[in-house]
């Protein structure tokens, strides 16, 4: 099968072009988005602020689109963007744009972070901010709290990662650390207005985890934070954890960033979810006449996990459509617990664990002709897998064989969790550049 046509239909039906568009309309006397009118007749500016793996594309296209509005033709529209370290970008770009580290937060975030704050806080009140928030600020968006080193905390954002906490236990964490998370951000806009628009990576649609909420704020439950803490954290970041956990410094912080909500009006509009983005590659399936079922029964957790429950689905579903086109679609980030120092990420190893079951086990009892008709891929969908350079890969019952054939023991490369170069041996990668757009991984089982 050809992916790259199909992968373009998918991410041109969320481009950033497109659900702009679809979602503001610009008519004087301001915007207009869902239910809200922003009237921006006592604003001299317009101010973007993008953070996140999407930031680039995202403020962009919003940048492009405000710029050509006649009826706002009177402001000065000018912007911020931050985005992860190693994304090839046009030159030409007319906003200020940095560069930060991911998933582990560096100086670089910092540096980046305090200059956004000069630049807010330079800005009046007639200036009205529109924030671009994408998966994966919480890590380039960094102030640490005096209580924290910016040591401490990538000391317990890789503890978090590496004992596998989902996107809720780190961001929640995440969020007691830092000046500018938790609503922190916030107390940098003199209006009193403000606009978001979110593409979010959180399945539960609780838009105050995305980025570790640098707009929201919210209390967390204490006991909570106390379990996460003794789950994922050694004693000695545990106890400087549970001292800030009970100081009036963080008492004193949470009343400010508390008061600030109060006296502010925040917009948000999600422009794109995980729910959507997968609903979209069903939908394209079925254009190419797949009977298409999504499976939503397990998002996140452990990976092997997820590759049992996917089995079970399939199970489920074979044998009403056996000898017909159909696919299954599946949304979500799973947690690998690496060991060794292979290539590849968790799309490339979903991809081989379903490949054991399906090719290599034929747990679905399938013969050598329905085998071939088999099509299993993993991608993320802002065309970055772990450290493998690719988006995620592919692979047939052919292409399964051909490496098997060549010496490539499927079990070897899993077991050192160096699943980039066997998609490598047999040309399986899937490369796709910066997609515009970051809210989950995308996984597909096809039966042609």
């Known amino acids: 099968m050809q992916y790259k046509d199909f992968f373009d239909q998918i991410f041109s039906a969320v481009s950033p072009q497109r659900i702009i568009k679809k979602a503001m309309l610009v008519k004087k006397p301001g915007l207009v988005i869902d239910q809200y009118e922003v009237n921006l007749e006592g604003f001299d500016e317009i101010f973007l602020i993008g953070v996140g793996k999407a930031a680039y594309e995202q403020t962009n296209a919003l940048f492009n689109y405000l710029s050509t509005a006649s009826s706002i033709s009177h402001l000065a529209i000018n912007g911020f963007i931050l985005t992860k370290k190693g994304e090839q970008q046009d030159p030409s770009c007319s906003l200020e744009l940095h560069y930060a580290a991911h998933p582990i937060p560096e100086q670089s975030s910092v540096d980046a972070t ?18 671009v928030l994408s998966g994966g600020a919480s890590a380039l968006l960094e102030l640490p709290h005096p209580h924290f080193s910016l040591e401490d905390i990538q000391a317990i954002s890789r503890e978090l990662i590496r004992g596998r906490a989902d996107i809720h236990e780190i961001n929640a964490i995440r969020k007691e650390l830092s000046l500018v998370k938790n609503g922190g951000l ?3 806009v003199k209006a009193s207005d403000l606009m978001i628009l979110a593409t979010s990576d959180i399945f539960s649609g609780e838009i105050s985890y995305l980025g570790s909420g640098p707009l929201h704020f919210k209390k967390t439950n204490e006991q909570k934070l106390i379990n996460l803490a003794q789950k994922y954290l050694s004693k000695m970041l545990r106890n400087k954890f549970f001292d800030f956990l009970h100081s009036k410094q963080r008492k004193q912080l949470q009343l400010e960033n508390q008061k600030t909500k109060k006296a502010k009006q925040v917009f948000t509009h999600v422009l794109l979810t995980p729910q959507a983005f997968v609903k979209t ?16 029964a397990f998002k996140g957790g452990d990976i092997e996990e997820g590759v049992k429950g996917h089995i079970e689905y399939l199970k489920h579903v074979l044998p009403a459509h056996q000898g017909t086109p159909f696919a299954i679609v599946s949304g979500g980030e799973y947690t690998v617990k690496v060991s060794g120092n292979g290539i590849g990420g968790r799309n490339t190893h979903f991809v081989l664990l379903m490949a054991k079951q399906i090719f290599e086990l034929n747990v679905l009892n399938q013969t050598t002709t329905e085998l071939e008709k088999i099509w299993i891929c993993s991608i993320g969908s802002d065309g ?18 051909l490496a098997k054939k060549t010496g490539h023991n499927l079990n070897d490369y899993i077991g050192r969790f160096d699943s980039c170069c066997y998609f490598k041996s047999i040309d399986c990668l899937i490369k796709l550049g910066p997609t515009g757009t970051n809210v989950c991984d995308l996984r597909m089982i096809l039966f042609n």
């Open 281 to 296: 590659a069903a939908e394209t399936l079925k254009q190419l006449s797949f009977a298409t079922f999504i499976y939503d």
């Open 186 to 188: 916030l107390k940098s």
């Open 384 to 401: 970055d897998d772990g450290n493998s350079g690719h988006a995620g890969s592919y692979l047939d019952y052919k292409q399964y064989q």
């Open 114 to 131: 305090k200059r956004l704050l000069e630049v807010m806080q330079s800005r009046g009140a007639k200036t009205f901010f529109i924030f």
